[in-house]
């Protein structure tokens, strides 16, 4: 229940909301899920507030739950989003040595914004890399 109110905060831009409503979640001893975080980092990266998201991991992995590949493709696509490449690369690089396989939307976030950044020599050398 709580999930389903941050997530639809968290898509309306009301994402102090929907943070709130995490602290009423756990105060009520209800355990937040890999949903739950992944909805917070969606709307903290949309609303320009990558640090908070990047620090929401350290908590998610504090609180037992393993991030998966929507976790790091959402902070991938806040990176992208700061035309920091480096750190992009770096969580993309994450997602395998966690063992998990990068999806499809995974690839296209990081190389769409490549080539929207003019990079399109580096989005193809990647896609590549991924045969």
Request: net charge negative; charged share 25%.
């Amino acid at each position: 229940m709580y999930t389903s109110i941050i997530d639809g905060y968290c898509k309306i831009g009301k994402v102090d909301i929907a943070l709130e409503i995490l602290k009423m979640m756990e105060r009520d001893g209800c355990q937040p899920n890999a949903w739950t975080y992944n909805s917070l980092m969606y709307g903290l990266v949309k609303d320009k507030k990558l640090h908070k998201a990047m620090a929401l991991i350290a908590k998610m992995q504090e609180d037992g739950i393993i991030p998966n590949v929507i976790t790091y493709t959402t902070l991938v696509q806040g990176q992208c989003d700061e035309h920091d490449f480096d750190n992009a690369f770096r969580l993309f690089e994450m997602v395998e040595q966690n063992g998990l396989k990068p999806n499809e939307h995974a690839y296209a976030v990081l190389t769409d914004a490549l080539c929207n950044a003019g990079r399109a020599e580096k989005a193809y050398s990647f896609l590549v890399r991924k045969e």
